[in-house]
């Protein structure tokens, strides 16, 4: 059974930093893609990044960019994403996905 979990979010104050991962399980996270989401309460769900099984392409939503980055290990099968300079309108549910798959969501919460 293909199964993607995130690790847990948090709660940090304007400015701060946070990385979590994305793990697979049931599957090599190595052959497929991988992506994060995002989504904030009364808003759509929206692509935040995007990377390549091999690691090598990647894509991140042009607001973000310059605060937040998307990596791979894929010898532990995990998918990372960092964030940083975090601002209160990046408080959301942040969800991995990968081919159908997705993950539970994990809540961030920047406060200002």
């Known amino acids: 059974q293909v199964q993607l979990g995130e690790s847990g979010g948090g709660l940090v104050q304007a400015g701060g930093s946070l990385k979590y991962y994305c793990a697979a399980k049931?599957?090599?996270?190595?052959?497929?893609?991988a992506r994060w989401y995002r989504q904030a309460q009364g808003k759509e769900r929206e692509l935040v990044a995007s990377?390549?099984?091999?690691?090598?392409?990647?894509w991140v939503r042009d607001s973000v960019k310059a605060r937040f980055s998307i990596s791979r290990d894929n010898a532990k099968n995990l998918v990372y994403l960092e964030l940083s300079d975090l601002k209160s309108e990046d408080t959301a549910v942040y969800y991995c996905?990968?081919?159908?798959?997705w993950g539970q969501g994990t809540q961030v919460t920047v406060s200002s």
């Open positions: 990377i390549s099984s091999d690691g090598d392409v990647k």
């Open positions: 996905y990968t081919s159908g798959s």
């Open positions: 049931g599957f090599t996270y190595s052959d497929y893609f």
